[in-house]
């Protein structure tokens, strides 16, 4: 990847971390639909992205992101950072949603923090705790936990 790439992508991390600690979770989930749609209006080349980045809070949060990612640069890099457009980050940003929700990714619903599944073999006894869903008819039990705050959830049901 090229140092420009790496900045894009650098800044399209800190921007999805921001959206995916955003409280409450209604908030959350509007402003990660948002930067999705900015995003699909963008491809399309429509009119409409600019404003809904800017009514919606999208671009002011990539500036802000951009300001605090700023902070920890050189000169020749922070310019390369500042000419940057948002438009790109957006769609960085989108394209790992993408990427994360076709590997099944799923987040943490109190933090916000990557989930792995957990399998627990039963062997007659019973999983360790209320979470975990047998696999069919095996003695197999399954369950997502937060690897950052370590939430246990009943596994992905589709
Ligand atoms: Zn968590």
């Known amino acids: 990847m090229s140092p420009r790439g790496q900045h894009v992508d650098a800044l399209a991390r800190a ?3 921001r959206l995916e600690s955003s409280e409450p979770q209604s ?7 948002q930067v999705d749609a900015v995003a ?17 809070g999208i671009a002011v949060l ?5 300001n605090e990612y700023l902070r920890g640069l050189d000169a020749d890099a922070a ?3 500042l000419e940057l457009d ?3 980050v957006v769609l960085r940003v989108a394209l790992h949603r993408a ?12 933090c916000g923090g990557e989930t792995v599944e957990v399998t627990y073999r039963g062997h007659r006894r019973r999983p360790p705790g209320r979470h975990f869903r047998r696999v069919g008819t095996t003695d197999l ?15 992905n049901t589709g």
């Open 141 to 155: 039990y399954r369950a997502r936990r937060c690897s950052s705050c370590g939430l246990v959830r009943p596994p």
């Open 15 to 17: 921007v999805l971390e």
């Open 40 to 56: 699909r209006l963008l491809r399309l080349e429509a009119r409409g992205a600019s404003v809904l980045a800017g009514q919606s």
């Open 27 to 33: 908030v959350r989930r509007l402003l990660l639909a």
């Open 99 to 110: 990427h994360e929700r076709r590997i099944g990714m799923s987040r943490c619903s109190r």
């Open 79 to 81: 310019l390369a950072v």
């Open 86 to 88: 948002w438009e790109e």
């Open 62 to 66: 990539v500036e802000d992101c951009r």
